[in-house]
């Protein structure tokens, strides 16, 4: 595709329920990064892959959330027993590489947490 | 952790001001990127200036980058309303971005017409 997608856009789920927020990247780039944002707030680190794996997973808030990319393409990121909390949009972004380039994003899932 | 920190948090000029917005960060770094975001969703580049550089331009944004003090700046001149928007800056760690892009908390920046 053109740009990065993100999937759903926007998702209200039960508390207790548990979600998965898919992101599609620009075909090519290895680097892709998972960050959240809280109204009013800056983005938070989530998780980044380089390629399938994922050297730094410490930015994920809790045990309930966890990631995986396969095939060195889509990424999904999935929060179980999902609390209040955790309403935010998520944002995911992807470059060519990791070091020394623009990342590009996609528009965000907005998650609520009722 | 949060490794850079934007000032100011908010800023109102008037349409046709120039605007500075000043980044700060604590590590040494590869690169350090703008990006803008309006109305809360995708954030789009702007700019990126890379550790062995002190200015950069690119249309009507100037960034400059003193590695010394840890520090940028994003000049924005000849506002218009259409620049309102959350400035962020952005930047790698130098190990090798293991730690992604980490980004600051952004200056809301609004453009009185």
């Known amino acids: 595709g053109a740009g990065v997608s993100q999937s759903p856009s926007n998702k209200v789920t039960e508390k207790g329920k548990d979600v998965e927020l898919r992101c599609d990247p620009i075909?090519?780039?290895?680097?892709l990064y998972w960050y959240r944002q809280s109204l009013g707030q800056g983005l938070e680190f989530l998780i980044y892959f380089q390629g399938n794996s994922a050297p730094d997973k410490s930015g994920l808030p809790s045990d309930r959330f966890s990631a995986e990319r396969t095939g060195g393409s889509v990424s999904t990121l999935t929060i179980q027993r999902t609390q209040q909390e955790d309403s935010a949009v998520y944002l995911c972004?992807?470059?060519?590489?990791?070091?020394?380039?623009?990342?590009?994003f996609g528009q965000g899932t907005r998650l609520t947490v009722v | 952790s949060q490794q850079g920190e934007e000032d100011p948090q908010a800023l109102s000029i008037q349409e046709g001001e120039n605007a500075t917005m000043n980044c700060s960060y604590k590590?040494?770094?590869?690169?350090l990127q703008w990006y803008r975001q309006n109305s809360g969703r995708g954030l789009v580049h702007l700019i990126l200036?890379?550790?062995?550089?002190r200015e950069k331009h690119s249309g009507r944004l100037r960034v400059t980058l003193d590695t010394s003090k840890k520090s940028s700046s994003l000049l924005i001149t000849a506002s218009r309303a259409a620049d309102t928007a959350s400035y962020f800056c952005?930047?790698?760690?130098?190990?090798?971005?293991?730690?992604?892009?980490?980004f600051g908390k952004g200056t809301h920046l609004i453009i009185q017409p």
């Open positions: 200036i890379r550790s062995n550089e």
């Open positions: 972004a992807s470059s060519l590489q990791a070091l020394n380039t623009e990342a590009f």
């Open positions: 952005a930047t790698d760690a130098i190990r090798g971005g293991a730690d992604g892009l980490t």
């Open positions: 590590t040494s770094i590869n690169n």
């Open positions: 075909s090519g780039h290895t680097a």
